[in-house]
């Protein structure tokens, strides 16, 4: 896992992109916003302790909306491979549990 920063107005993810990479915002604020026609729609922010980029992460999409640094942020990025890794040692009953709420 690598720790990121990024700072205010940089993108973290931009929407339509691929997905191998989840986030957990340590400091800072993230804005998450849609594309919509000429425009665009904030859909919410991420605050401290929180995660982005699940959705697509786990569903294997594409970014379904673009992410964008508020303030200065930290961010560690957690790689599919290391979630993987992480999810596997757990007992069979979490793990089933964990790709249970995934569905």
């Given at each position: 896992m690598n720790i990121?920063?990024?700072?205010?107005?940089?993108?973290?993810?931009?929407?339509?992109?691929?997905?191998?990479?989840?986030?957990w915002l340590q400091t800072g604020s993230l804005r998450l916003?849609?594309?919509?026609?000429?425009?665009?729609v904030?859909?919410?922010?991420?605050h401290s302790g929180e995660l982005v980029g699940e959705m697509s992460?786990?569903?294997h999409?594409?970014?379904s909306a673009s992410v964008e640094a508020i303030q200065d942020c930290e961010v560690v990025e957690i790689p599919?491979?290391?979630?993987?890794?992480?999810?596997n040692d757990l007992p069979?009953?979490?793990n089933s549990l964990v790709h249970t709420l995934v569905k």
């Open positions: 990121r920063k990024i700072k205010k107005g940089e993108l973290l993810i931009k929407e339509g992109e691929t997905s191998d990479t989840l986030f916003f849609k594309k919509k026609g000429k425009g665009y904030e859909l919410g922010v991420i992460f786990m569903d999409e594409p970014r599919r491979g290391k979630f993987d890794e992480v999810v069979k009953w979490l």
